[in-house]
Nanobody
Framework: QVQLVESGGGLVQAGGSLRLSCAASGLTFSRAAMGWFRQAPGKEREFVATVDWSGFSTLYADSVKGRFTISRDNAKNTVYLQMNTLKPEDTAVYYC?????????????????WGQGTQVTVSS
């Protein structure tokens, strides 16, 4: 059974930083593209960032480019999202996702497994 467990969310002031982690089990992590998505209240889930199986190829949503960094440690079966210069509009539940596709994936429908989400709240 595949499990994705996010951690690291919380309350932070605007301009601050948080690092989200997502620990994966039950899948061949080193063969899976990983992604982060977020969903704010009253809005649809949106793509944030993705990393391919190797960690060398990444892609970001324009809204987070230059502020967020996605990375992975295949030895630890963990993917990270470093979030800097946070803004109130970054407030959302952040979800980790895994895809059986090895290359970077943007569409949420291409992801096969999802975590339960972690809340990030940025105060102004």
């Amino acid at each position: 059974q595949v499990q994705l467990v996010e951690s690291g969310g919380g309350l932070v002031q605007a301009g601050g930083s948080l690092r989200l982690s997502c620990a994966a089990s039950g899948l061949t992590f080193s063969r899976a593209a990983m992604g982060w998505f977020r969903q704010a209240p009253g809005k649809e889930r949106e793509f944030v960032a993705t990393v391919d199986w190797s960690g060398f190829s990444t892609l970001y949503a324009d809204s987070v480019k230059g502020r967020f960094t996605i990375s992975r440690d295949n030895a630890k079966n963990t993917v990270y999202l470093q979030m800097n210069t946070l803004k109130p509009e970054d407030t959302a539940v952040y979800y980790c996702a895994a895809s059986n596709v090895r290359t970077i994936v943007v569409r949420s429908t291409a992801y096969d497994y999802w975590g339960q989400g972690t809340q990030v709240t940025v105060s102004s």
